[in-house]
Structure formats: C-alpha cells, structure tokens
C-alpha cells in the first residue's frame, strides 16, 4: 500500500524509503543493514495472519500498536535476549518516528509501546542496589578532582558515558553567566542559570565545535540538565585544577595522566570508575552488569531514585535524553517552572 509524505513524495515501500533516508544522513552500511533485518522481520509478522493481532495480512503504514507489542511479545517468546529486544524496539519505533516526522504516516504506534517499555528500564531486581547514604560515602572516598567530578556528574546528570566525554566548556553555565576560562556558554544556556547542555550531534568519527569525536551522543534532541549547588561546586573545583587543553574544542573533562591535557576517552571513564568500584568492593573481574558498578549504573541510580521522588516519568525521561517530539518540546518551553524547578527539589544530595 503506497503512502504520501508531507511534500507528495509517493511512497511504495516505506522501509525501502527510511533505509535509503539513513544513507543520505551517513549511516553506515552496516547500520543500514541492521535496520533492515529488523523492520523486513516486522515486515513479515505483519503478513503472517497466525502471527499478528488481527489474523489478517497487514502493512507497516497500518500497524497498531497492539501490532508492535504483540511483535515485541513473540521475540520474548522466541527467547531473545532482553537487550535483543530493546535494540528492536528502538529500530522500529526509529522508523515510525521517522516516518511520522516526514509525514508518511499519521502517527507512531511504537511510541505507547516504548513507553511502556521505559518503565521497565533499570528495575532488574538482581541488580546490585545503592542507597544513596552509600553512594555519598563511595564519593567521600574519590579524592582526585577528576574522578571525583567524572562520578559526581555521572550521578548528577543521568547522562551517558559519551555524553559526558563530549562535554566542552561552551556546554557549561554557572550562576554568575561569566564566560568560563574566557570560553562563553552556548546560546541554548542563557537565562537557564547554572546549566549543562547535551547535543544529539556529537558522532564518531565527526568533527564536532572544530575536533573529530572518538564518541557518539545518543540523545534525540538537546537536552538543558540543571547544575545545583553541589555539582557547581565540584565543578568549580576540578576547573581549578584542570590542565590545558590541547584542543580547539575546549574539553570539559580532560586526562591527567598519560593523555596529559586530552579529552577523556570512554575507556578512561570506565577504567576510573571501575578501579574506585573494586576498592569498593562493587566490581570485580568477570562479574556480570547486575553485580559490577560501572558507568552505566550511575545512570540507573538517577532514574531509579529521581523518579521514585519526583513521581514524574516526563520529567526524568527528558534529563535521560529518551523523548523527542512534542514531549521534549513540553518540557523544553516550560524549562524554568517545570524541569528546574522539579529537579532542583528532589534531587539526592551527595555531599
């Protein structure tokens, strides 16, 4: 069944249409080829009238979102692995989104079916759980600057280990909107107060504020975090201390060792985090993600304990950068009395 998009572009086979959309922005071979096999697989449930919902032959453009979650059902039943699954999900619902946006389609039936999924993200009950007067006392024992603020952001922001890497100067506000090291703040940023900004454009391999990025922000839109008190604090205190920087870009976090005065790497954020977890007692050599503290646990620990006090899913989910579209947009435009203001009464206190 042919679909029009908004400018009357006929559309006849509309995953053939999204792959060859993904060329034209610079997607890989490979990652072209990944999307493909998913959404042919979707494909070919909806055409199995034993399979689908309806138990009739269907097309992409008609699917329901009792479709797609039935789809999501059978790949757990096939045994697929949870992480299996998730990449899945995201595919599809990547090429509903896509197609919605231009027009294609009339809406996205993979968006109730991932926020359903949302609120299943980190509630693994074998995962090694944190309460927070533990979590301070691990901070209380990182003592070098840049450990410390790498973790303190981490905890801080929900952010992603790449996110962070990315992180340059201009990205940063403080109270006072004083240009840092002479570095003025993103556009994005005036009137936020003190604010980190995250982009969706850092990619690897691209060039990114005039230096090519060894890391991928995976944000599907730019997201305003707030900084409290704290996180300027011991921000403040690691830009006392930090290096040159031996790039255009003005990195925010830089190396203090072998890699004197370069953007950390994600494997230098890994390997810091994971050497203060084993004197912890929280990592060990072999342990699977449900025992290990690494990177990605921080962002478990600011979902799991600012949603339990928020009691605002929007919310959290535009600081993880997991929303786009009118959702983000919401949040985006009532940033001040909404996002600040909700963020600043209920996030943990680490100090």
Known sequence: MAVET???????????????????????DRTRDAYERVL????????????????TERVVSDASHRDCMAW????????????????????????????????????????LVMEEMDEQIDTNPSRREISIPQMRAFLAEIHHPLDHAVVFTLLKTGMRVGELCNLDLRDLSFADGTPLDGVSSRAQLDGR???LYISPEPSVGSATN??????????KR????????????VLTRW??????????????????????????????????????????????????????????????????????????????????????????????????????ETYEQHIYSLL
């Open 6 to 28: 908004a400018d009357g572009e006929r559309v006849e086979d509309p995953v053939a249409y999204f792959l060859q959309d993904m060329t034209y922005h610079g997607k890989t």
């Open 40 to 55: 042919r697989r979707f494909e070919a449930f909806l055409r199995d009238g034993e399979e689908n919902p309806t138990e």
């Open 72 to 111: 999501i059902h059978s790949l757990r039943r096939a045994d697929a692995a949870d992480s299996t699954v998730a990449t899945y999900a995201s595919y599809l619902h990547r090429f509903y989104a896509y197609m919605t946006q231009v027009g294609a389609f009339e809406a996205n039936p993979m968006a």
């Open 193 to 195: 107060g003190p604010s």
């Open 210 to 219: 005039g230096e090519v990025r060894t890391a991928a922000n995976k944000r």
């Open 222 to 233: 730019s997201t305003v975090v707030p900084v409290d008190d704290e996180l300027e604090a």
């Open 239 to 340: 830009l006392a201390v930090r290096p040159d920087v031996t790039s255009p870009a003005n990195p925010l976090f830089v190396s203090t060792s072998g890699s004197w005065g370069e953007r950390l790497t994600t494997d230098m954020v890994h390997h810091l985090v994971e050497r203060h977890a084993a004197e912890r007692g929280w990592h060990r050599a072999g342990g699977d993600a449900e025992e290990n503290v690494t990177p990605h646990y921080f962002r478990h620990f600011f979902t799991t304990h600012l949603r339990d006090r928020t009691g605002d899913r929007g919310i959290v989910k535009y600081l993880r950068g997991d929303v786009g579209g009118d959702i983000i947009d919401t949040y985006t435009h009532n940033w001040g009395d909404r996002v600040r």
